[in-house]
T-cell receptor, first 114, second 114 residues
Framework: AQKITQTQPGMFVQEKEAVTLDCTYD???????LFWYKQPSSGEMIFLIY??????QNATEGRYSLNFQKARKSANLVISASQLGDSAMYFC???????????FGAGTTVTVRA | DVKVTQSSRYLVKRTGEKVFLECVQD?????MFWYRQDPGLGLRLIYF???????EKGDIPEGYSVSREKKERFSLILESASTNQTSMYLC?????????????FGNGTRLTVT
């Protein structure tokens, strides 16, 4: 069974600074995909970024980048130049090669301070 | 853009009632999912469907059933609602195939069972 661990329940970050959200995972499959989602207080889940296990480069999408360390089974999300609108809960998720579903971590709440 | 619509944002039901949560997607996706979100536990899969009339149990199916009579619609049924089913329910859809396809979520239904 796949297991996703997010060890930071909550974090504070100053506006315009960068923040790193930790995510580790456990799988025996060599092929898998890693995802990060953002959930604002309104409740919708917004897909942010994807990293495949065979991708050679770390994924980036605008101010979001994924620090992928395969040997350590780590897929940390980095948000650069934080904005007030980044305040939300962030979930790390994974899918294996034969899975329909995504398996999610417990989430990290980020609060951006002005 | 993919649109996943959940019929209710908030629902309040009484213990023992039969509850229907409806979800519709407009992108002709084969896969549809029902997740439950609870603080500290992340998202847990209740049921998913990979085709019309096809369904499979997720991680926590007890107390729930589902129906998928049409491709675009996936219903979650609480046969006899209990207070421990008070939660946020999220519907999602995705294309089939590779493990790099993200799930697209609705806005969620916050269900309270009294």
């Amino acid at each position: 069974a796949q297991k996703i661990t997010q060890t930071q329940p909550g974090m504070f970050v100053q506006e315009k600074e960068a923040v790193t959200l930790d995510c580790t995972y456990d799988t025996s499959d060599p092929s898998y995909g890693l995802f990060w989602y953002k959930q604002p207080s309104s409740g919708e889940m917004i897909f942010l970024i994807y990293q495949g296990s065979y991708d050679q480069q770390n994924a980036t999408e605008g101010r979001y980048s994924l620090n992928f360390q395969k040997a350590r089974k780590s897929a940390n999300l980095v948000i650069s130049a934080s904005q007030l609108g980044d305040s939300a809960m962030y979930f790390c998720a994974m899918r294996g090669p034969k899975d329909y579903k995504l398996s999610f971590g417990a989430g990290t709440t980020v609060t951006v301070r002005a | 853009d993919v649109k996943v619509t959940q019929s209710s944002r908030y629902l309040v039901k009484r213990t023992g009632e039969k509850v229907f949560l409806e979800c519709v997607q407009d992108m002709d996706h084969e896969n549809m999912f029902w997740y439950r979100q609870d603080p500290g536990l992340g998202l847990r899969l209740i049921y998913f469907s990979y085709d019309v009339k096809m369904k499979e149990k997720g991680d926590i199916p007890e107390g729930y059933s589902v129906s998928r009579e049409k491709k675009e619609r996936f219903s979650l049924i609480l046969e006899s609602a209990s207070t421990n089913q008070t939660s946020m329910y999220l519907c999602a859809s995705s294309v089939p195939g590779t493990y790099n396809s993200p799930l697209h979520f609705g806005n969620g239904t916050r269900l309270t069972v009294t």
